[in-house]
C-alpha cells in the first residue's frame, strides 16, 4: 500500500505524521505545495531524511480546470525549482484537486514527469466526513497496491491524525511503500 499525504510541509502537522510513520515503520510519499517548501525548508529535508519521498503539488497549489495553462505549468515550474533549490529531483506529480486538463497532462508528462492519481481519498480535509467515516472510507476500500490520500494540512488535521493511525494499525501486516518505488 501506499500512504501519500498532500499540501505540506506545515510546522503544526508534518512532524506528528513523519514520527508516526516512523513508530509504525512505515514509507510515505509527501506530494508538497512549493510555497510551504520555501517557508519550511528544514521541515521538508527532514522528509527526505527520514526516507520518504516526495512530488511536486504546485507552487501555489492551483487547481488545473481554474487556471490557464501557462499559469499552471508555470505554478509545477516553480515548485520543480523550489524542490531543486533544495537539491531535490523528483519525477513525481500530483495535481491538486486532481484536476489537470489533458493539455497541461500532456505538457507535464512530456517534461518528464509521472501524475500520480489514487484509488483511495480518505476525505480527511471534509468538515462533512467524521474522523471514523474518514477510516471507514479507507478500511473498505483499501486493498495491495492501493494508493491512499492524507493531507497534512490544519483542515484535515483532526481526521487525518486518527484516520492514520487507525490504517497502520489495521493493516499492520501490509508493506507502506514509497510510490517511486514501484
Known amino acids: 500500500m501506499f500512504l501519500t499525504f498532500d499540501d505540506g510541509p506545515i510546522p503544526e502537522v508534518t512532524p506528528w505524521v513523519l514520527e508516526t510513520l516512523k513508530k509504525h515503520k512505515a514509507k510515505a510519499t509527501f506530494f508538497c505545495i512549493g510555497d510551504n517548501i ?43 525549482e523550489e524542490m531543486e533549490s533544495n537539491s531535490v ?11 489537470c486538463t489533458s493539455a497541461q497532462a500532456r505538457a507535464i508528462l512530456k517534461d518528464h514527469q509521472h501524475i500520480i492519481m489514487w484509488d483511495i481519498i480518505s476525505k480527511d480535509y471534509s468538515e462533512r466526513v467524521s474522523k471514523a ?50
Open 38 to 80: 520555501r517557508k519550511h525548508p528544514r521541515l521538508f529535508k527532514q522528509i527526505l531524511v527520514e526516507g520518504h519521498a516526495v512530488g511536486n503539488h504546485t507552487f501555489h497549489h492551483s487547481n488545473g480546470w481554474k487556471t490557464s495553462a501557462k499559469v499552471y505549468l508555470e505554478d509545477v515550474k516553480l515548485c520543480q
Open 133 to 182: 467515516g474518514c477510516f471507514s472510507r479507507i478500511q473498505n476500500r483499501a486493498k495491495p497496491g492501493s494508493i491512499i490520500v492524507f493531507h497534512d494540512s490544519l483542515k484535515a488535521e483532526r481526521n487525518m491524525k486518527y484516520a492514520l493511525e487507525k490504517t497502520l494499525e489495521t493493516f499492520s501486516d501490509y508493506q507502506f511503500s514509497r510510490i517511486d518505488l514501484l
Open 89 to 99: 529531483k523528483s519525477n513525481l506529480f500530483r495535481p491538486p484537486y486532481g484536476k
